[in-house]
């Protein structure tokens, strides 16, 4: 899917770009210029936010591995009640 935003943005950028080449509109080749990078900037800051997410997932995997782990060992040194204390009939 963002692909093929992508490749529909670039392609309008493009036909604009060429269009406004042949019309010798300097103005109009600037803002494309400038809707370009723009692009390219927003593009590239949405790649790093997804690989922080990506790392910040695999952050609370290994959390979430480790805390299944101590509560396995903490249930598993548990002592059980005595059987001649409180509470014997």
């Known amino acids: 899917?963002?692909?093929e935003v992508n490749q529909q943005l670039e392609s309008a950028l493009d036909t604009l770009g060429s269009?406004?080449?042949k019309s010798?509109?300097?103005r109009i080749v600037d803002s494309v210029s400038t809707l370009r990078n723009i692009f390219v900037n927003l593009k590239n800051s949405a790649e790093e936010q997804?690989?922080?997410?990506?790392?910040?997932e695999?952050?609370?995997?290994k959390a979430?591995?480790?805390l299944q782990q101590?509560?396995?060992v903490a249930l598993s040194i548990r002592e059980p009640p005595p059987?001649?204390?409180p509470g014997k009939l």
């Open 1 to 3: 899917m963002a692909d």
């Open 19 to 21: 269009i406004t080449e």
């Open 24 to 26: 010798g509109n300097l």
């Open 50 to 56: 997804m690989a922080k997410i990506d790392h910040l």
């Open 58 to 61: 695999s952050e609370v995997e």
């Open 64 to 66: 979430k591995a480790e």
């Open 70 to 72: 101590r509560r396995a």
């Open 83 to 85: 059987r001649d204390g």
